[in-house]
Nanobody
Framework: QVHLVESGGGLVQAGGSLRLSCTSSESIFSINPVGWYRQAPGKQRELVAIITVPGGPHYADSVKGRFTISTDNAKNTMYLQMNSLKPEDTAVYYC?????????WGQGTQVTVSS
């Protein structure tokens, strides 16, 4: 089972930016798909962005044009660049990876956007 560790969360004002990182214990090439989910208090976990091969990146409608998912294969790391943040983006963000028939989650990182 792949081990995933997120970092980069924090407190930011509305309109600001954050970049989340997710480092994998295995090569990103071996994980498909890779992506980010989030869970706000009292709500279900929801997809934010995901990369599938083939297919490419896909985004939730609520973050299209503001968030960008990317990978650095040399560093075994996945990123989520979040711009123009809104208070409704406040949640715990989890990275996800599927490898060798098993899905794995990171421990989560808190993102709080103040108005």
């Amino acid at each position: 089972q792949v081990h995933l560790v997120e970092s980069g969360g924090g407190l930011v004002q509305a309109g600001g930016s954050l970049r989340l990182s997710c480092t994998s214990s295995e090569s990103i090439f071996s994980i498909n798909p890779v992506g980010w989910y989030r869970q706000a208090p009292g709500k279900q976990r929801e997809l934010v962005a995901i990369i599938t091969v083939p297919g490419g990146p896909h985004y939730a409608d609520s973050v299209k044009g503001r968030f960008t998912i990317s990978t650095d294969n040399a560093k075994n790391t996945m990123y989520l660049q979040m711009n123009s943040l809104k208070p409704e983006d406040t949640a715990v963000y989890y990275c996800y990876g599927f490898s060798r028939g098993v899905g794995s989650w990171g421990q989560g990182t808190q993102v709080t956007v103040s108005s």
